[in-house]
Each structure stands twice: as C-alpha cells, then as structure tokens.
Nanobody, 124 residues
C-alpha cells in the first residue's frame, strides 16, 4: 500500500512560481515512478512530469524549461514539482501519482495510487 500527501498549491500571478510536494509512504509496496498530473475543468487528466526510481525524468512539452521534477529518497520518498514562469493555462488541479509493485504470493503486481489533488490557480 502507498499513501500520498500533496501540498504546495495556491494562487499565484502569471510569471510567478510555486513548488508542489508529494510525500509518499509505502508499507508493503515498492514505489517505482512518481508523476504529477493535472486536470483543468472539462479536460482530461494529463501527465505533466514524472521521475523514475533511478532519477530519470520526463516532461510534457508544454512545461519543458519551466517545470522541474525532483525526488528525495532520504527518508520517505518525497517528490517536488518546481513550477516557474507560470501561465494562466497552468491553472488546474494537480495530482500526484505513484506506480508501485507489491509482491503477493511471489507474484509482482503493479498498482497506481493517487493523491487527493491540490489546486493551482494562475491569475493574470
């Protein structure tokens, strides 16, 4: 099982910055990749950025050069999304997602876990 706790959303003016945090705690599962998704009203939930257990990263084209995802495995796994040069179109609910593997009767089973979401609003 994996529990995710997100924080850091809020209201910011265009051009400003925010940093989102996702604290992941796992009991019987091993966390693989962690990603940030976002969903604006009327839109589907899209991947913004992801980071693997080895530190490899990927970004949506719309945020490349502005957003940076990083991972701290020191104690529990915490993933950060540093968002700079924010635009009004970045306004959305941001969700943390963890892909994890659980060994059940010797069989590795993969599951997705989601955080509760945090609102990011960018004003003009």
């Amino acid at each position: 099982q994996v529990q995710l706790a997100e924080s850091g959303g809020g209201l910011v003016q265009a051009g400003g910055s925010l940093r989102l945090s996702c604290a992941a705690s796992a009991t019987t599962s091993s966390i693989n990749a962690i990603g940030w998704y976002r969903q604006a009203p009327g839109n589907q939930r899209d991947l913004v950025a992801a980071i693997s257990s080895g530190g490899s990263t990927s970004y949506a084209d719309s945020v490349k050069g502005r957003f940076t995802i990083s991972r701290d495995n020191a104690q529990n796994t915490t993933v950060y999304l540093q968002m700079n040069s924010l635009k009004t179109e970045d306004t959305a609910v941001y969700y943390c997602n963890a892909q994890a593997t659980t060994i059940i009767f010797g069989i590795p089973l993969k599951h997705d876990y989601w955080g509760q979401g945090t609102q990011v609003t960018v004003s003009t």
